[in-house]
């Protein structure tokens, strides 16, 4: 019977087979709520590039609205969109676990509500979908404005903790002392209006030598390079960083990885079917013997 179903084994137990087989609807509206909010969680950010103060990226004008009293305002709508998603996404969830909490007499079937299997699996995936094809379509299509990153990256103050580690790493001096000469060093280059370009050797020798006592005697070079936001990120090899290089690798691990996912859907769709024209065959076969 497991094998005309095309299942792994039998339900050993009458009640988990009859009230408790609706988990999967559960599970379905929690991996899907996540998703959709992880896909919103990357909108809103490229949403944040895409605004003025930014200006990281730009959507094409195809998926751009304008506002309604600023005609010069272009309104994001495809990012708009899987926000409005993800917010409604949060409720499916709570909705399944809220129905199927109720006693196992109760007469509240889920088939009345919004988390019944039919219109769970179908409204969701109705939305979901339609947030899923509208970030295939237009993220592609987003130009990125690498020379303004850059120009960004290299006016603020992340590069700061590699200051730091070269500093500790050079000079044998605890992190936390090197913590306090480049916490020093910002707070007084911004206000100064100093840019991290703009440090040299003998500036961080002057709040060196205020913060913990002594210079440190770096050449202008090495100074340079570590206030460098390309040689910054370049420097990073651990995995998970943000080296380009270390980025690459784990796309390609993902990229592997999700062919391993649909090499499993593609195996078990087929060994549905499979048990399909099994269970097809085997009730042609009970119809076809005469009747006693």
């Known amino acids: ?41 990357l909108a809103t950010d490229i949403d944040v590039w895409h605004a003025e103060e930014f200006d990281m990226f730009e959507l094409p ?24 998603v993800a917010g409604e996404s949060i409720g499916w969830m709570p909705a399944a676990l809220g129905i199927f909490k109720l006693p196992h007499t109760s007469v509240a079937d889920p088939s009345y ?32 404005k690498k020379d303004r990153m850059e120009s960004l990256a290299r006016d603020r103050w992340n590069i700061g903790s590699r200051l730091g580690d070269i500093i500790a790493q050079r000079t044998g001096m605890p992190f936390g002392n090197s913590h306090v000469i480049v916490g020093a060093l910002v707070k007084h280059c911004i206000e100064l ?53 270390v980025v690459l690798e784990a796309v390609d691990e993902a990229e592997r990885e999700m062919q391993d996912n649909l090499a499993w859907l593609a195996a078990s769709q087929a060994k549905a079917d499979g048990a399909r024209e099994k269970l097809d065959r085997a009730v042609d076969e009970i119809i076809s013997k005469p009747s006693i």
């Open 193 to 245: 209006g100093i840019k991290p370009s703009e440090v040299t050797s003998a500036l961080l020798d002057k709040v060196a030598t205020k913060a913990v006592g002594f210079p440190l005697g770096f050449d202008e070079a090495l100074v340079a390079d570590a206030m460098d936001a390309m040689a910054f990120v370049n420097a990073l090899q651990g995995p998970g960083s943000a080296n380009p290089d």
């Open 1 to 41: 019977m497991a094998d005309l179903l095309g299942h792994d084994s039998l339900v050993m137990n009458a009640q988990d087979q009859c009230y408790y087989r609706r988990d999967h609807l559960s599970e379905y509206a929690a991996v899907t709520s996540i998703m959709a909010n992880n896909l919103a969680r």
């Open 113 to 144: 509500s919004v988390v019944s299997e039919g219109r769970l699996f179908d409204d969701v995936s109705v939305s979901l979908t339609s947030m899923v094809r509208l970030c295939a379509e237009a993220l592609p299509k987003i130009t990125i």
């Open 61 to 84: 004008a195809e998926y751009c609205g304008s506002s309604s009293i600023m005609p010069q305002k272009r309104n994001p709508e495809p990012l708009e969109r899987c926000r409005a």
